[in-house]
């Protein structure tokens, strides 16, 4: 979250705070329930409820695990919804930078609506069909030991 | 609610890991690690910007034509989106409420087959939050 206005100074990052070795950059398990997705039309939704998160206030102090200042624990809740717009595309990356991978892929739009706590606020977005989304896409992918394995 | 237009900014391209799972936070003096009661967890995917974080984390940014998933070893279905919005933030000690916009928040799910550090496949569904 930035201060309104062109330019507007970072104020708040929240994400759950996995890195290696402890975890996955920012990613977090979830109940099998918590996500739906078809993958012939690219419509899906994502839902979890309190998710545990840090606030690092900044981007930076969140990659350096900073303490400037120091992080403060809170939860996220949060409901995205794709649709997908097509159409589809078969991508296979040998690129590092860009990932080792295989799959399908369907161009598609996204919203979400979201809360959040931590510390001394309390986050609450507007509906969700008032976001939009800049990139957005749903598809089937097969990475690592599966590329050769199947 | 991360920013990937923060990170552009920075030039980084993305970091890595290797996923042990949410829970509480543990009460360390800079708590940063959250634990789940697993005897297995996933792996990192390969490739992406190296270089990142503590642990010389490594990333993939995701957009087009990158790979969304973050998790390794990995077969199912994925989904990624770049999100802005507005959010009214409310100062629970003063009352005081603010309308601030969020830009560019990446959210993407995976959800399938994975094989875990164990050496066996499981099945599982993860969100980057």
Redesign the interface.
Known sequence: ????GTG?A???????????????????????S??Q?D?TSGN?Y?R?TK????DWT???N????G?NP??I?GW?S?H?V?KGTGPASE?N?T???????A?T?IQ?T???Q?S?AAG???????PLD?????????????????LTTG | MRTIVSRRKLGFGALGATLVGSGTAMADDRPRKRELPWTFAPVPVQGGTPGLGVGNAYHVFGGPGQEPATTGNFKGSVGIAFLNGNVTRTNVKTGEQEYLPFNGTDMRFMTGTFRGTDGKDHQGTFALV
Do not use: C, Y
């Not at chain 1, 998710?51 to 840090?54: D, E, L, M, R, S």
């Open positions: 979250m930035f201060l309104p507007g970072q104020v708040h990052e929240l994400n759950p705070t996995q890195f290696p070795p402890v975890g996955l950059f920012w990613t977090v398990p979830l109940p099998a918590g996500v997705v993958p899906a994502l979890a998710v545990p998160i840090f900044s981007l930076e969140a990659l350096f695990m303490n120091p992080p624990p996220v949060f995205v794709w991508i990356s690129d590092p930078t860009k990932g080792i991978f799959g892929f598609a996204a919203q979400m979201w959040a001394d606020f309390t986050f609450e977005s507007d008032t976001s939009i989304s800049t990139f957005a896409e749903v598809g089937q992918e097969t990475n690592g030991l599966f």
